[in-house]
Structure formats: C-alpha cells, structure tokens
C-alpha cells in the first residue's frame, strides 16, 4: 500500500522550460512534504518542503504547490538547466510520528533536461 | 564539514552469509535513520535512533536485521544471514532535532545478495 505516489518514472523537458512533477499521498495524517533531488551514486538531498498549513513555497528557481483537498503537490522548476537532471523524490511525514522525521517517500521521477 | 560517510559503497555476499554496514552521520546529530531502496522501488524506512536509543524501528522487515548505535555516535546495520530479497542500496541519513524532514542522506551502500 503505497501513500506516496509519483506517476511519471520519468519527464524530459528542453532548457529554460518549466518542469513540473507531481505527487499524490493518501495519508490525510501527512502534515509536512518534501522533495528531495538524487543523483546516481549518489544519496537523496533535501532540496524544498511545505507545511501543510500553507499551498505553496518558493525557493529561487524552485516552487512546490500543495492541495490539501486534493491530496495533491507539485514541484515546479523554472527555468530547467540540465544541472538539474535527477531523480527527484517527493516525500511525506506526519508530525506526531519521531517528531515529523519519518519520511514516506515516492518511487521517484527521472527528470532529464535537455540541450 | 564532514557528511554522512556509508562504509562499504558495495558488497557482494552470497545467501546465508552475514554483512555489517557502518553509517557515520555528521557530528552533533542525534538524530540516525536507515533507509532502503529495492530494485528502483520506493525509499523505505528501516527504523530511526535518538542517541543511542531505538525510536522507531517499525520499518525492519524481520529479526534478521539488526541495528545499533553505541555511544551515540556511529550505526551498524548488521544483516544475518542474508537473503536474496535484502539485495538493495542502504541509505543511512541523520539530522538534528527540530528540523522536520530535512535529513542529509549518505552515499548509500550497495547490497547485493548472490
């Protein structure tokens, strides 16, 4: 029973275009959301997250929009470069379990931004 | 300043054998967890240390795994004896206290399970 899910295993995108990955949760308990960007051989790096208490939060070139009604969140990069080629994970937790640090994540979406 | 450090970055074992993964994490995180990621699957939980004490180990498939954290410092995850299934890349991650979610993961150690 997977709680965290991320249609697209994969998305190419030209550079300087916008990049938009989607994540959907089940677990109404999920209170904090994340995304987090990895590269091969390499381990997960936090990279944007929301409090459920707000619909969207920007950082630099970064924006992450969340619909609590919908269960729903989105990463948008704008503009893409090809530095940001990975695999982007999006990630859940809910504050009452090991103060908000398990994290339930997705199986990822290989983001390839092209020349 | 150092990051999570995973020792070994592979490991071939055969079936029935026992393997030891060390996580350092960065120094004055108390907080260690352990990932695992199968075959391009989700990043799953394993369990979670505060210190040297287990918070949460509801993640751990079964008794053949088996995890510590003496003196508060450095983690093993001990694997014994390992089956097919285990094969994987375990991710070791820690972080500070009040910061909800924002873990700095390791390299990962690669299992694989012949």
């Known amino acids: 029973d997977q709680q965290v899910k991320q249609n697209s295993p994969s998305l190419s995108v030209q550079e300087g275009r916008i990049s938009i990955l989607n994540c959907d949760y089940t677990?109404?308990?999920?209170?904090?959301f994340l995304w987090y960007k990895k590269y091969p051989a390499e381990g997960p790096t936090f990279l944007i997250s929301?409090?459920?208490?707000?619909d969207k939060n920007e950082d630099g070139r970064f924006t992450v929009f969340l619909n609590k009604s919908a269960k729903h969140l989105s990463l948008h990069i704008v503009p893409s470069q090809p530095g940001d080629s990975a695999v982007y994970f999006c990630?859940?937790?809910?504050?009452?379990?090991?103060?908000?640090?398990?994290?339930?994540f997705g199986t990822g979406t290989q983001l390839k931004v092209e020349l | 300043e150092a990051g999570v450090t995973q020792f070994p970055s592979h490991s071939v074992i055969e079936k029935g054998q026992t393997v030891t993964l060390r996580c350092d994490p960065i120094?004055?995180?108390?907080?260690l967890y352990w990932y695992r990621r199968v075959m391009g699957k989700e990043i799953k939980f394993l369990l979670h240390?505060?210190?040297?004490?287990?918070?949460?180990e509801s993640g751990m498939p079964n008794n053949r795994f088996l995890a510590e954290r003496t003196g508060g410092t450095y983690s093993t995850l001990k694997v014994q004896p390992a089956e097919l299934e285990d094969s994987g890349v375990y991710f070791c991650?820690?972080?500070?206290?009040?910061?909800?979610?924002?873990?700095?993961f390791g390299s990962g150690t690669q299992l694989s399970v012949l």
């Open positions: 929301i409090s459920s208490i707000k």
């Open positions: 240390f505060v210190k040297e004490s287990k918070q949460d």
């Open positions: 990630a859940a937790s809910a504050s009452f379990t090991g103060g908000g640090n398990k994290l339930t």
């Open positions: 991650a820690s972080s500070i206290s009040g910061r909800p979610g924002k873990l700095f």
């Open positions: 677990n109404s308990m999920f209170d904090y």
């Open positions: 120094s004055g995180h108390d907080n």
